[in-house]
């Protein structure tokens, strides 16, 4: 199986201020088909998981642009421009390139 | 408006069954695989499960802790996709949630408690 790592675990954020937010593959996402199927997603507290990036950095609809997705290969880095208080919740990276599908063990991000 | 909405969890007691219903509105189901996945109190996000459009040959694929012991199946007549679990083990506690295949749609989640 595919392990996803995440780094930090918890990330706490001044508004306004840039989060970082990175995950790494035990081996290539590059999937056959030339495609690299590693996404994000954001749980809010108390809410269903949501899709923010799809193939490293395809925003969803509806994601703000201060969501940016990018990376290559193993790596792979979500970023956050400027943090806004709607965006504390746990973050997961999660690869759909092979089964079983694995996610990340979630990323918490939290105003300082 | 895509919808997926949850039903069927429960209190059962260990080594038990029950069997989870999505029923999905919004988009083409007949042609979407879908996903079970679930999430333990406290804890993170864990893939159960998928099931490939009858276009797609209509197969599941398992995580290795839940085969054998449950069951993804549809019927796309009513846009519903089902998990049939058996054997149930207190670590099958958690709130289960279904999701398009991409995931990039997620219902609410319905919950499964396991406990004597």
């Known amino acids: 199986d595919i392990v996803m790592t995440q780094t930090p675990l918890s990330s706490p954020v001044t508004l306004g201020q840039p989060a970082s937010i990175s995950c790494r593959s035990s081996?290539?996402?590059?999937?056959?088909?030339?495609?690299?199927?590693l996404s994000w997603l954001q749980q809010r507290p108390g809410q269903p998981p949501r899709l923010l990036i799809y193939?490293?950095?395809n925003r969803f609809s509806g994601v703000p642009d201060r969501f940016s997705g990018s990376g290559a290969g193993t790596d792979f880095t979500l970023k956050i421009s400027r943090v806004e208080a709607e965006d504390v919740g746990v973050y997961y990276c999660?690869?759909?390139?092979?089964?079983?599908?694995?996610f990340g063990q979630g990323t918490k991000v939290e105003i300082k | 408006e895509v919808q997926l909405v949850e039903s069927g969890g429960n209190l059962v007691k260990p080594g038990g069954s029950l069997r989870l219903s999505c029923a999905a509105s919004?988009?083409?189901?007949?042609?979407?695989?879908m996903n079970w996945v679930r999430q333990a109190p406290g804890k993170g996000l864990e893939w159960v499960g998928r099931?490939?459009?009858?276009?797609?040959?209509?197969?599941?694929d398992y995580a290795a802790l839940v085969k054998g012991r449950f069951t993804i199946s549809r019927d796309d007549s009513n846009n519903t996709v089902f998990l049939q679990m058996h054997g149930l083990e207190t670590e099958d506690t958690a709130l289960y949630y279904c999701?398009?295949?991409?995931?990039?749609?997620w219902g609410q989640g319905t919950l499964l408690t396991v406990s004597s």
């Open positions: 999701t398009t295949g991409a995931a990039d749609y």
């Open positions: 919004g988009f083409p189901f007949s042609r979407a695989s």
């Open positions: 099931i490939k459009s009858k276009s797609d040959g209509g197969t599941a």
């Open positions: 081996q290539s996402l590059v999937h056959s088909d030339g495609n690299t199927y």
């Open positions: 193939k490293i950095s």
């Open positions: 999660v690869q759909g390139t092979q089964f079983p599908r694995t």
